[in-house]
């Protein structure tokens, strides 16, 4: 395992508590298993035990095939001391409902879970349990952390299949989702210094603020990637905070720094948006390797560089 | 007031419950006030009850200066029967600390309040009182409304302060905001059949399916645009809930669909994303008028269109 | 013949004089053999004869696949009363060394033609006449004219086969030009009012002035045809005449004007080159058929304008 | 003088013969007076005598604001071994009528001159000898040389102001052209291995084979130089001369090799058409230094390098 060496004493954290989709995936890292893990409360809080030292990285959900970006982790990244992407992993999202031994389907009038669980289990709950009543809470793994306490609040919970194993909870229904197949990705972060070698099968994540406020201003950032050849695989606008109609584009695209053409895109774009940050070159999870044009292998990159040193 | 007849027999609705930013938003809309109005639980179920034509209209937020789109709004008004957008207003974001009578800075160990407006106030929390916690609830209103119910789960909410003024909780702090400034943009949702008319200052809505996954997609319908001169004032991508990497663009553009360039370029998008959704032309809420070059203007247009019939 | 009826009482006209290519493509035109036809001693006299209403067309050389466009015919269809072209020729190039009877290659001393026909057939007299001089004349036809008229400043001519035959000079060789395959375009230019019907495989003539000295002037011409997917197979810069840097670009692009998708990039071109001139449509010489994406064939641009109406 | 040192013992060639605008640019080169200078008789034996090393550098037309680009010479340096443009020049042309003392303009029933010069003195000759015939030469001076050498073809020539000074004819007439202000414009070219000096005005001259026959591939080119801010301030098409439809583009753009917006460019070009040929990088002759934008600026170049390398 190239990014998470069992030799550092430093623990990895993750967005908590235990028992969420981000613990499975984060237990997908390989190595991870073997090292302390402590779960943080948001997005923030993870990436500050990593910019302060006191983790070696943080693993938080990205993208979600369902709902989109993820903002809060969107944000942490792009601002603040620089950090890096050092690997990432897509996880199949299914919901099972678990409740304290003993209740039965027809027990329960409320349930707890984290909203978004609970809009992805709409269906279900509309079939089998219409009158529940839904009782939000900060993630599913806490609604469920909270039946073992004892709470009086509900008496079942939407949660990820590990919480149900971690809590000994009955599992009274299994993959209640509404849509099948969805999944969520999510990025393990760390201090700048570590770059994964490239594998053939990159991905690199860019924080790009929009130059100016101009009809052309987003054309010109990308005309610096169609100019190398340089595919984007996701491109979200984020709000800088300051004003409406201000954005930081969060992109990814084929391909590592190392690759020439990525380097020579960057070079583009560090000119055109000098704000432009780097959040990382890693493997991509599902090893699918790009196309490129052979006037856009590091070969032709490499010809083209010895061509124009010659006529100088 | 063009958009909201007080003759229209159906009530007006918003995201609620009653004394959130939205009914504020609502309540600015001319006319309004003498409407009937009646708070949805989400976006979703707003939106159904004026496809239903249960509601003439409804109140919902699209986009906030500091946390970006608000995906379940963007999500809701692109996917069924088709809406269109009649009305934009923008209100700035300022919250209060309420409490009911009797309750001092110094009881309280709980805060009750919405997760954003929890996020948008850590700073004066960490200031003045770093050791209360964060109880979720669904929205800021609904956490005053549960103080006046007599909830025990907390002693003090944070809202905006309309809801203070309709509950009459005590106001123990006002404007504690992290971000001065902040805004957030609310849009009315109506049937079709109604197209605001143009006012020279407007905006159009629009949703567009990215239609290929290739390095030219985005750049081909940003062309459509261009070779317009429709300058973009929000690009926002949502995943289609499909796949990864499946994308739908949610755009503003500065104009009306009566512009010729709007229009001509809409044209254009039809072909190359035929799934793409006109979600309005409306007035802008800054009032704001584009800067349109004059090959650009409604008589260039209407030359051009002239010699290539004099051509035929 | 849709474009040379028969039925016209006016002459046709050729860049003579007789024997000339120009006048072998022009029998090549259906109709054009049992007309009369009248020698022009240049471009700009030919088209007079048509702008007069003196001659019903005009067939000009307008490239060449070795020495490129015809700057006289470029320019003089682009400049002057507006003219269209109705129809193309291609015409392998080839000469023949003609000489009076009694003449043999053994008393050649000297050689007249056209400068550009001796351009082009330099190794063939590198091998067979190494001293011969030449004599420049105004045409290859001319210079074969002169020889029947008994010049003594050149003993043999190089001209087109078909001069050979009008004049009856004898042919000492065949085949001489150095670039086996060459061939030189064609097109008959009549006065507008006639437009070719479209025939599927059709080609459309633009002259389009640069609309400001910046960097993407040209870009934006450009982007006028690839929003709409028109494929441009021909384009030359020729100086407006006034100041060097300041160009008309000379343009053939596939389809007809009748063709929704060069119909609406005419009409983006208009915009942004008002000055752009529209020089015909006409069925291409070699009947080969544009590749049309589904999203820009005239059911998309139908389907496209219906669906932009049904809004308005 | 940079470009040319007096110290080359070879000699400067030029488009002869002597007295043509050709040769009247080449004395404008500094050194040029007080060199060897001797005559070619067009463009390829010019520069064949500087690939065979017996010339130092030959001075050609390559442009004029009436005629638009010269294809010989455009031709000749784009093909057969590589050379390099030196330097340029932009000399005015006017024009003068010439004829051996005691011929008055009553005499004249036939005029000796180029074509092209003819052309452009059409208005001249309409209103002052319209019956005068035209009898075509090689050049302007080769049309004077005539008189001098005693021809009854012709009783006076049109030909630059230069070739009378050297001849001694009699000037009837001077400034006898129809384009008032008309230039054309020079170029100095010798063997690779001198690259001049950047001076701040600079020009670089590229011969771009278009690399495949489809929509996109022009704007592939134009957006090489747009990603990098390099303005186009000259374009032509050239056929290939193997098949209509295939072209080189000969290009002039602002800047210098040594400017890395330009080398940046280059690089990129070399990848899409590694056909491409540099001829050069020169100043320019009306000394217009070009507007950079501080992102493409050689600073900004820099930093971007940098900042990629820090990621490496």
Redesign the interface.
Known sequence: MISVPNTSALPLTFLGPEGTFTEAALLQVPGAVDMERIPSTNAASALAKVRKGEAFAAMLPI???????V?ATLDAISNGLELRILHEV?VPVSFVLVAPAGVTLADITAVGTH?HAWAQTRDWFGEHLPNAAHV???STAAAAHSLVAGTDAFQAAVCAPLVAEQTGLNILAAAIED?IGA?T?FILVGQPGT?PEPTGADKTTLAIPLPED???A??AI??????????????????T?????H?IFSVDVDGH??DARV??A???L???S?GMR?LGSYPRADRQEPLIRS??SDA??G???D??DS??
Not at 63 to 69: A, V
Not at 241 to 245: C, I, R
Request: hydrophobic letters at 40%; proline letters at 9%.
């Open positions: 993208e979600n095939s369902i709902e989109g970006g903002p897509v909203p939000p809470a900060n849509n999944v990705r770059l101009h009809p052309g987003l054309m990308l005309e610096q990637f169609a100019s190398r050849g340089v595919n984007l695989s996701r491109i979200e606008s984020r709000p905070g300051q004003f409406l109609g954005y720094v190392r380097a020579d960057l070079r583009g560090h000119r055109v000098p780097f006037y856009n032709a990159f010809e083209a560089a061509w124009v006529l100088l």
